[in-house]
Antibody
Framework: EVQLVESGGDLVQPGGSLRLSCAAS????????MHWVRQAPGKGLLWVSR????????SYADSVKGRFTISRDNAKNTLYLQMNSLRAEDTAVYYC?????????????WGQGTLVTVSS | DIVMTQSPDSLAVSLGERATINCKSS????????????FAWYQQKSGQPPKLLIY???TRESGVPDRFSGSGSGTDFTLTISSLQAEDVAVYYC?????????FGQGTKLEIK
């Protein structure tokens, strides 16, 4: 069974940093591109970032470019999101999502999400 | 960026009746080399992550009931629930994966009338 379990969400002050993790199991993690998608309270979905299966290619939404860094450790089956210079508008539930191997990039599995709150 | 606009924002339908949700993209998401629309639909129930329903605009994900269907091409797409069930109450999102940044529609809230 495919499982994605996010962790690392917390209350952080504006300007602070946080690292999110997404532990993957039930599939060959190293074959899948992975994504982070966030959802502000009561709002819609916003794509944040994606990383290729081997970690060599990354892409970011303009709103987080230069502040967030996506990475992965295929030996540990874990996806990361390093978030720096956090702003109030980054407050959201952050989901990791799998891009099915060989697909065109829809998201077939999502984690339950981890809540990041940026507030003083 | 490709802007995805859903209509309506909310919808109330009687049990057993048809529900139709539309999504329009600001530019075509049809890739001419393979004739595929890079377009998906998701369902999100309260307090849960999104669940994939449809990809390639009309291919139903494994395990999704056949009352859910997707149609459309280019810039105009439709999600149809042929006979609404109580468990279909949710917010529905469209998604284009034609190019980064991936973008989603604003969501359509579906309720029982």
């Amino acid at each position: 069974e495919v499982q994605l379990v996010e962790s690392g969400g917390d209350l952080v002050q504006p300007g602070g940093s946080l690292r999110l993790s997404c532990a993957a199991s039930g599939f060959t993690f190293s074959n899948s591109w992975m994504h982070w998608v966030r959802q502000a309270p009561g709002k819609g979905l916003l794509w944040v970032s994606r990383i290729s299966s081997d970690g060599s290619s990354t892409s970011y939404a303009d709103s987080v470019k230069g502040r967030f860094t996506i990475s992965r450790d295929n030996a540990k089956n874990t996806l990361y999101l390093q978030m720096n210079s956090l702003r109030a508008e980054d407050t959201a539930v952050y989901y990791c999502a799998r891009d099915p191997p060989g697909s065109g990039s829809w998201f077939d599995y999502w984690g339950q999400g981890t809540l990041v709150t940026v507030s003083s | 960026d490709i802007v995805m606009t859903q209509s309506p924002d909310s919808l109330a339908v009687s049990l057993g009746e048809r529900a139709t949700i539309n999504c329009k993209s600001s530019q075509s998401v049809l890739y001419s080399s393979n004739n595929k629309n890079y377009f998906a639909w998701y369902q999100q129930k309260s307090g849960q992550p999104p669940k994939l329903l449809i990809y390639w605009a009309s291919t139903r994900e494994s395990g999704v009931p056949d009352r859910f269907s997707g149609s459309g091409s280019g810039t105009d797409f439709t999600l149809t629930i042929s006979s609404l069930q109580a468990e279909d109450v949710a917010v529905y999102y469209c998604h284009q994966y034609y190019t980064t940044p991936h973008t989603f529609g604003q969501g359509t809230k579906l309720e029982i009338k």
